[in-house]
């Protein structure tokens, strides 16, 4: 059983940043993929990034990359999401998840991912 907490959300005006992160429990944390997944009231939830394992391998959503970056510490149990240059249509509740049966692959699909967090409010005004 994996527990994963979001935190450092909150309200930033385009253009700024903020850092959200993921606390992990169990001691298996350096076994799985980690991924970060994001929702808009009323629509799917999406892919965000994606990490393996070691952090050796990362994958982006088109619509982030250049502005986001994933980065993982195992010793610490935690996985981080950089968010720079935000704008408004990154307004969304972030998710962490836990991938645990291929964590060598940092996988888009949700349906891939086995744990997840209750999620963190980012909301970028215009």
């Known amino acids: 059983q994996v527990q994963l907490v979001e935190s450092g959300g909150g309200l930033v005006q385009a253009g700024g940043s903020l850092r959200l992160s993921c606390a992990a429990s169990g001691r298996s944390f350096s076994r799985y993929a980690m991924g970060w997944f994001r929702q808009v009231s009323g629509k799917e939830r999406e892919f965000a990034a994606a990490i393996s394992w070691n952090g050796d391998n990362t994958n982006y959503a088109d619509s982030v990359k250049g502005r986001f970056t994933i980065s993982r510490d195992n010793a610490k149990n935690m996985v981080y999401l950089q968010m720079n240059s935000l704008k408004p249509e990154d307004t969304a509740v972030y998710y962490c998840?836990?991938?645990?049966?291929?964590?060598?692959?940092?996988?888009?699909?949700?349906?891939?991912?086995?744990?997840w967090g209750q999620g963190t409010q980012v909301t970028v005004s215009s």
């Open positions: 998840a836990a991938e645990t049966t291929a964590p060598w692959v940092p996988g888009t699909r949700k349906d891939r991912y086995d744990y």
